[in-house]
């Protein structure tokens, strides 16, 4: 007897996407989205990342490592 193991996710992973180029967050997100992650909220640093994060409760948070504003974190 053969059978199917595979995992299951019943709601896609939350991913915060702090990325000041356009250009990178949109082609991020689309991966993203394609990969079945739900991206909370595509931003920029207009906000403070504490606040982000607690408005959008998320799972994942991705951070552009060349920001000029590294120390955020």
């Known amino acids: 007897m053969k059978y ?3 995992l299951s996710i019943k709601k896609p ?3 915060l996407l702090i990325e000041n180029e356009k250009h990178k967050a949109h082609l991020l997100e689309e991966a993203l989205q394609t990969a079945r ?3 909370k909220r595509v931003s920029n ?3 403070s990342l504490l606040k982000q994060v607690e408005m959008s409760q998320p ?3 991705i951070i552009d490592i060349e920001s000029p504003d590294r120390d955020m974190l």
């Open 4 to 6: 199917n193991k595979t």
């Open 13 to 15: 992973l939350k991913v």
């Open 37 to 39: 992650y739900q991206v």
């Open 45 to 47: 640093y207009g906000m």
């Open 59 to 61: 799972d994942i948070i």
